[in-house]
């Protein structure tokens, strides 16, 4: 115990500095990657690294021997696997509230259109999903719809989700100002779902934002609630304003 409070005696305010940023840059990544399929991919490196401290331990020579070679490329794997959540948080930062107010822009038209078809879809208790593309490009998904490549207008989005319609089945993909595919299949969320009032569009929409960082609109047929689904997180019960205000770069505000 002596030693440990000498020891802290002489960490200075720049050594605690330096290690509360690392430890703050720490915790936002694995909350990034918390509800993501890449949080499985972490787990499964570090078995690899408590694997190479046993083997250290136990003296299997062979076996440190592999994993020290399997090491010396692990940066470039990590990097080409969590590409995805890399582009993601660098995103993010960009979207920062001082960074959004040094690059501030008159919100573009397609927005206005977007939110005048998903209110007119609620009023009209019609059910649907509008998945929009931000740095993951979503064109694997895309192949299990019909490709549209149309551009968004409040007219187009309640045609497609009107009842017994031949695209009103399953989720539509926007990239930009265009809709790029309509009766999508999206995955369903692979984490239990204590709220049971969520239906299927919402599992679908919450297992597409943990694989994508998509923002995945859900307007619900039972309901006629709007709701935003971003990284896993969703905020129900959605205002056009509110929901204007998160697809300009609001901060989600999960329950």
């Given at each position: ?11 200075d ?14 915790y ?66 960009g ?25 007119r ?12 593309e931000?740095d ?31 695209l ?26 204590s ?13 597409l ?8 609109i859900?307007?619900s ?35």
């Amino acid at each position: 115990m002596s030693g440990l409070i000498e020891w802290l005696g002489t960490v200075d305010l720049k050594d605690g500095l330096q290690v509360a940023l690392v430890a703050i840059g720490v915790y936002f990544l694995l909350r990034m990657i918390a509800r993501t399929g890449a949080m499985h991919i972490l787990s499964g490196m570090l078995s690899f690294v408590a694997l190479y401290f046993v083997a250290r331990l136990l003296e299997l020579d062979l076996i440190v021997y592999v994993l020290q070679n399997l090491f010396q490329y692990g940066a470039i794997a990590a990097l080409i696997i969590f590409q995805p959540e890399l582009r993601s948080g660098l995103a993010r930062l960009g979207r920062a509230r001082p960074v959004r107010f040094l690059t501030t822009l008159e919100q573009p038209a397609h927005i206005d259109e977007l939110v005048e078809g998903i209110e007119r879809l609620s009023r009209g208790r019609i059910g649907a999903i509008v998945a929009i593309e931000r740095d993951n490009k979503l064109e694997e998904y895309a192949e299990t719809g019909t490709e549209l490549h149309a551009r968004i207008s409040a007219d187009l989005l309640v045609s497609i989700f009107a009842p017994y319609t031949p695209l009103h089945d399953g989720a539509i993909l926007v990239s930009g100002d265009t809709i790029i595919a309509a009766a999508v299949i999206l995955p369903l969320t692979q984490f239990p779902v204590s709220d049971r009032s969520l239906g299927t569009r919402h599992r679908a929409a919450l297992g597409l934002s943990e694989e994508t960082d998509a923002l995945v609109i859900v307007v619900s047929e039972e309901t006629s609630s709007i709701s935003l689904v971003e990284r896993g997180r969703i905020e129900r019960n959605l205002t056009p304003e509110r929901l204007r205000a998160l697809l300009a770069g609001a901060p989600l505000q999960a329950e």
